[in-house]
Structures are given as C-alpha cells and as structure tokens.
C-alpha cells in the first residue's frame, strides 16, 4: 500500500515551512549564523518534542525559527523540504510562513520572500513541484500590526496566493483580523484560516463569516455544532486536516479516536496535510499511511482526500486538470 499511496500525485494545502526545520539543519544554521541552541545535540532536540498542547509546541517552533536569518537559510529550508516532499509523492505545495516571527527578530522580509520564492522555481524545474505561497499572520499579536506587515509586503503581493491566520488559537478569535482579510480580498487575495483545532467551533463559523476565508485550517472540532456541519458540507468547504500533527498536539489522544472518518462521513471536504512535519514525526507520505493503519481506508478513501485536495488547491487550472488526470490513471 505504501508505494501505492506514494504514486498518488498528493497536494499538500497545509504546511508552516518553518516547520519543516530538521534538528540536522537546525544545527548546521546555527553554526552559519553563529546563533547559540538551547541542545547540544539532535537527539537532545527531538527528545523535547513532546508536547502538551498547541502553546507548548509553539514555543519550540518559535525558538527553532530563530536560527533562519539570511535569504540562503530560507532557500535551503525549503529545498530541503522539497526533496522530502518529492520523495514522499508530492506534486504540489503550498507554503505557509509566519513574517512577523522574523520580522521581530530583525530579519527583514526580503529573506524570506525572496528564499522562498527561489526555492519554489527551483523545485519546479527541478522536482516539477508546483507550489503557492500563504503569508501567515499571528493571531496571538496586534492586528494592527498584521495590517502593517500586509501593507510592507507590498512588493510581494503579486507573489502571495492566499494571506493566512495561525498561532496560539485559544482566546484568540479570528475576526479581530476582519480589516487585513478584506484588505488582502480587495486586491484579489484570498484568506484561509486555522479555526477549530484547540480553539471552539465557533472560531471556524467566525473564521468563514467575518474573514471570508475559502478554507479552514484543521477546522477538526466543527463536529461541536452540526448546522456549522450541515452549512460546510453544503458549501463543500475545505477543511485541511493533520492527523499526525493532532495527536503529538494533543487534540486527540490516539490517531484511532480522531475524528476523521467522522469528518468523512458527515460529508465535509476533508485533505490530509503535515503541517510541521520536523516536529510531529512525518511528512505527507506518514500522515497517509497512518489513516491507512488508524481507519483501514481503502484505495477509494485515498483517492476521494487526495481529489479533494487538488480541487481546493491554489493552482492554474491546467495544471489541476493535468493532476486530476493523473489521479484517474493511479485509480
Ligand atoms: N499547528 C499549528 N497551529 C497553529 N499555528 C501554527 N503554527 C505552526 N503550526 C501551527
Ligand atoms: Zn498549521
């Protein structure tokens, strides 16, 4: 099964590529950039990635992050990333990244920009991974200062294919965010959301409502409330779901009580993602053999998540067709 499922040509909607931080590469950037890690080895490291909640692992990602500083060590990230994911199966990424957790550590957004921007056209001729870039604002800081890191990245706007919401979620309502989202929406920018991972259900009716966001990031705790059910099956709403990601964060205790295959059969347009595979044990390929494992899903399963996830990329139609071909020839 594991090969097979490698040969579906998989989209990845949900992924923070700061995530993708290897403690090997951890290590070889702290030295370039002379920066000083609380470990002393890359055991040490992934021995503290046992998390508690969302807050526990956040603070780890966001010291890990701290030995990124130049356009080079944003490029070699992703490429790195790239490799794994083209090994993995993956046709297409979408890249989420948090500038604001760069931006107060004094690097400017030109490094991540332009690092990213150069590894995505590197790995299309390289890999022919297509790919997308979210620009991810913190939900747990000032929405004014969302707005102004929007209105800085004005360079880059051609260049963004969705703005995104991410952080530390409980107690921190999405529609504080209203004003950037429908600044992003005016220029032709569309928004997705984490909404409904640790925070409530109504983080997820908020996130839809009042930021207008096309998709929702885990979105998994939308089982609370069943007209919220009813109204996201109807508007055949993404929802990008990480079931590695929700057991090592605690959503779930063991990946065979995650709701899953209770999202499946109420209906709802569920993909499968990693969101930060260097600290939840997997990429693309473990988070779909785990489903395999957990649910005994059959290849039909696989087919109907990975159809899903090409249908709600952000990707040029032809592309989409030319994969969804693709799709019907592994079937
Ligand atoms: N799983 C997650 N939830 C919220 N914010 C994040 N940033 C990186 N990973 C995240
Ligand atoms: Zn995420």
Redesign the pocket.
């Known amino acids: 099964m594991t090969d097979w499922l490698r040969a579906l040509p998989k989209a990845e909607l949900h992924l923070?590529i700061e995530?993708t931080l290897e403690p090997e590469l951890m290590f070889a950037l702290a030295e370039r950039n002379s920066v000083t890690l609380p470990h002393d080895s890359v055991e040490a490291v992934r021995a503290a990635y046992d998390f508690e909640d969302?807050p526990s692992f956040?603070g780890l990602?966001y010291q890990g992050m701290g030995v990124l500083h130049t356009q080079d060590d944003f490029y070699d990230l992703a490429m790195a990333y790239f490799a794994r994911a083209h090994e993995d199966g993956v046709v297409h990424v979408e890249l989420s990244f948090d500038p604001q957790a760069h931006l107060v550590r004094g690097v400017p957004l030109e490094a991540p920009f332009e690092g990213l921007l150069a590894a995505c056209r590197d790995a299309e001729s390289r890999y022919a991974i297509s790919s997308a870039l979210i620009m991810s604002f913190l939900r747990d800081r000032d929405s004014a200062e969302a707005l102004e890191v929007f209105e800085q990245a004005t360079p880059w706007h051609a260049m963004i294919d969705a703005v995104g919401l991410?952080?530390a979620?409980r107690d921190n309502p999405p529609g504080r965010f209203a004003e950037v989202f429908a600044r992003a929406r005016e220029m032709g920018i569309p928004g997705v959301a984490?909404a409904g991972?640790e925070g409530p259900a109504a983080y997820i009716r908020e996130a839809w409502e009042v930021l207008e966001v096309c998709r929702i990031d885990h979105g998994v705790r939308c089982l609370e409330d069943p007209e919220l059910v009813a109204r996201l099956r109807e508007a055949r709403v993404p929802l990008t779901v990480c079931p590695l990601?929700n057991v090592k964060?605690k959503v779930t205790d063991t990946l065979a009580e995650h709701p899953l295959p209770a999202l499946r059969e109420a209906g709802l347009n569920v993909t499968l993602n990693s969101?930060?595979p260097a600290y939840f044990g997997g990429g693309m390929l473990d988070n779909y053999a785990a489903c395999h494992t957990a649910f005994d899903w059959t290849r039909d399963d696989f087919i109907d998540v990975t159809r899903n996830a090409l249908q709600a990329a952000f990707m040029a139609e032809e592309r989409r067709e030319a994969l969804l071909e693709k799709l019907r020839g592994v079937a």
């Open positions: 923070h995530g969302l956040l990602y991410d952080s979620e984490h991972e990601s964060l969101d930060d």
